[in-house]
Protein backbone atom coordinates (compact mmCIF):
# COMPACT_ATOMS: atom_id res chain seq x y z
CA UNK A 1 0.00 0.00 0.00
CA UNK A 2 2.96 2.43 0.78
CA UNK A 3 4.59 1.63 -2.33
CA UNK A 4 1.52 2.17 -4.29
CA UNK A 5 0.90 5.75 -2.68
CA UNK A 6 4.91 6.53 -3.07
CA UNK A 7 4.40 5.96 -7.02
CA UNK A 8 0.83 7.83 -7.35
CA UNK A 9 3.14 10.87 -5.53
CA UNK A 10 5.84 10.51 -7.40
CA UNK A 11 3.68 10.43 -10.70
CA UNK A 12 2.42 13.38 -10.09
CA UNK A 13 5.41 15.49 -8.95
CA UNK A 14 6.68 14.30 -12.47
CA UNK A 15 3.41 15.57 -14.06
CA UNK A 16 3.74 18.78 -11.69
CA UNK A 17 7.53 19.23 -12.93
CA UNK A 18 6.51 18.77 -17.15
CA UNK A 19 3.29 21.38 -16.52
CA UNK A 20 5.80 23.90 -15.34
CA UNK A 21 8.58 22.84 -17.73
CA UNK A 22 5.58 23.66 -20.81
CA UNK A 23 4.74 26.61 -18.63
CA UNK A 24 7.75 28.30 -18.74
CA UNK A 25 8.74 27.19 -22.21
CA UNK A 26 5.87 28.71 -23.57
CA UNK A 27 6.04 31.98 -21.85
CA UNK A 28 9.89 32.21 -22.98
CA UNK A 29 8.81 31.60 -26.50
CA UNK A 30 5.70 34.67 -26.54
CA UNK A 31 8.68 36.51 -25.49
CA UNK A 32 10.85 35.89 -28.26
CA UNK A 33 7.95 37.23 -31.03
CA UNK A 34 10.08 39.67 -33.14
CA UNK A 35 7.99 42.83 -33.88
CA UNK A 36 5.83 43.16 -36.38
CA UNK A 37 6.45 45.60 -39.16
CA UNK A 38 3.90 47.60 -40.52
CA UNK A 39 4.50 49.01 -44.72
CA UNK A 40 2.90 51.75 -46.02
CA UNK A 41 0.52 49.62 -47.49
CA UNK A 42 -0.51 47.85 -44.14
CA UNK A 43 -2.58 48.47 -41.45
CA UNK A 44 -1.82 47.55 -37.61
CA UNK A 45 -1.99 48.46 -33.78
CA UNK A 46 -3.69 47.29 -30.61
CA UNK A 47 -6.91 46.38 -29.88
CA UNK A 48 -7.47 47.27 -26.02
CA UNK A 49 -10.01 47.80 -23.60
CA UNK A 50 -10.43 49.24 -20.09
CA UNK A 51 -9.20 45.63 -19.19
CA UNK A 52 -6.41 45.14 -21.25
CA UNK A 53 -5.34 44.02 -24.99
CA UNK A 54 -8.74 41.86 -26.52
CA UNK A 55 -7.61 38.81 -28.35
CA UNK A 56 -9.77 37.10 -30.78
CA UNK A 57 -11.38 40.62 -31.94
CA UNK A 58 -12.19 40.57 -35.85
CA UNK A 59 -11.00 44.11 -37.26
CA UNK A 60 -12.32 44.80 -40.92
CA UNK A 61 -10.76 46.94 -43.75
CA UNK A 62 -13.14 48.06 -46.15
CA UNK A 63 -13.45 50.86 -49.04
CA UNK A 64 -15.45 51.84 -51.88
CA UNK A 65 -12.64 53.16 -53.84
CA UNK A 66 -11.79 50.17 -55.84
CA UNK A 67 -13.64 49.03 -58.82
CA UNK A 68 -15.28 46.82 -56.42
CA UNK A 69 -16.25 46.62 -52.51
CA UNK A 70 -12.90 46.02 -51.14
CA UNK A 71 -12.84 44.51 -47.52
CA UNK A 72 -10.46 42.16 -45.29
CA UNK A 73 -10.82 40.83 -41.88
CA UNK A 74 -8.10 39.49 -39.93
CA UNK A 75 -8.36 38.18 -35.78
CA UNK A 76 -5.96 39.96 -33.23
CA UNK A 77 -3.72 37.55 -31.33
CA UNK A 78 -3.40 36.71 -27.66
CA UNK A 79 -1.95 40.51 -27.07
CA UNK A 80 -4.69 42.10 -29.05
CA UNK A 81 -2.51 42.52 -31.97
CA UNK A 82 -3.04 42.73 -35.62
CA UNK A 83 -1.77 43.35 -39.02
CA UNK A 84 -3.87 43.80 -42.06
CA UNK A 85 -0.93 43.39 -45.37
CA UNK A 86 -0.43 44.33 -48.72
CA UNK A 87 -4.13 46.25 -49.17
CA UNK A 88 -4.62 48.15 -52.29
CA UNK A 89 -3.85 52.16 -52.33
CA UNK A 90 -7.22 53.69 -51.24
CA UNK A 91 -9.00 55.19 -47.95
CA UNK A 92 -10.37 52.29 -46.00
CA UNK A 93 -12.66 52.16 -42.76
CA UNK A 94 -11.43 50.09 -40.50
CA UNK A 95 -13.64 48.87 -37.09
CA UNK A 96 -13.22 45.83 -34.60
CA UNK A 97 -16.15 43.69 -33.55
CA UNK A 98 -16.45 41.00 -31.00
CA UNK A 99 -18.94 38.88 -29.90
CA UNK A 100 -17.53 39.96 -26.22
CA UNK A 101 -17.89 43.66 -26.75
CA UNK A 102 -20.49 45.84 -28.02
CA UNK A 103 -21.07 45.33 -32.15
CA UNK A 104 -19.57 47.85 -33.60
CA UNK A 105 -16.81 48.61 -30.92
CA UNK A 106 -14.61 51.42 -33.07
CA UNK A 107 -14.50 53.18 -35.90
CA UNK A 108 -11.79 55.32 -37.67
CA UNK A 109 -10.59 56.51 -41.30
CA UNK A 110 -6.75 55.27 -43.19
CA UNK A 111 -5.21 56.35 -46.19
CA UNK A 112 -2.93 53.58 -47.49
CA UNK A 113 -0.31 54.91 -50.07
Known sequence: MRTTRFLNLAGMALIGIAACFFALRTHLYAQQRPP???????????????????????????????PTHYIKEVVTDDQGRYLIPDLPRAKY????????????????????K
Open 93 to 112: SVWARSQHMKAYWAKRKKQV
Open 36 to 66: VTIDADDIGGVVSSSTGPEAGVWVIAETTEL
